[in-house]
Every structure is written in C-alpha cells, then in structure tokens.
C-alpha cells in the first residue's frame, strides 16, 4: 500500500515554500519603508529562510509543529506592519484546512477506508 502521508509531505513542503517566496518579496516592500526597521526586516527575512530550512525536515515528527509555530510567529507580524500579520492570517487559515485533511486521512486509514485498503 501507499503511504498517503507522503502526499501530505509534499503539500507541506510546497506551502512552506510558497509561503517563504511571499515573505521574502515583502522583506523587498519592507526595506523600501521608513517606518520599519531594519531588525524587523531581518526578523522576516530570516522566518521566511526558516520556512525554506524545514522543507528538508517534513518527514520528522516534529516538522508539523514547527511550521504551526512558524504560523503564529507570523500571526504576530502584526506587531510589525499589518500586511504581513494578513499573510500570516491567510496561510494559518491554508495551514488549519490542511491539518484537518491530515486528520481525516489518518482517521479513515485507521478505519480502513482508504482506496488502497480495499
């Protein structure tokens, strides 16, 4: 049987690097600003790098709660400027529908509903 978790793996990754491609073009837009300064650019910067480094973890157990982590460092953007605390609203939200479909998975796998356990 397929392991349905790699599929899972893989939405994983993609959002982590989709979601770091989007910090990284607002650290351009952050620079640019006066009333940002340059720790709190860095301080985007460097999650949005953060985000790339997990891709190569996701098989870890503990690579999911890192990027729910990363999600709430990013809900806190808020604190920096409000567009990126919308980012980091907007991919939670993305991040919470994945979480649920894990969940559904497992749970049907454990039932043994899955297509591949029939």
Do not use: H, N
């Not at 599929?7 to 009333?35: H, Q, T, Y």
Request: net charge positive; charged share 15%; with cysteine.
């Amino acid at each position: 049987m397929k392991d349905p978790m790699k599929g899972f793996r893989g939405v994983m990754s993609a959002m982590l690097l989709l979601e770091a491609i989007v910090l990284l073009l607002a650290v351009l837009l952050l620079a640019k600003r006066d009333d940002i300064g340059q720790g709190e650019v860095w301080a985007v910067g460097v999650l949005g790098l953060a985000m790339v480094a997990l891709c190569a973890f996701v098989r870890q157990p503990w690579a999911l709660g890192a990027a729910l982590g990363m999600q709430g460092l990013l809900v806190l953007g808020f604190l920096i400027t409000p567009a990126i605390g919308i980012i980091g609203v907007l991919f939670s939200l993305a991040w919470g529908w994945v979480t649920w479909m894990r969940q559904d998975v497992l749970k049907r796998m454990a039932e043994g509903r899955l297509p591949g356990q029939q």
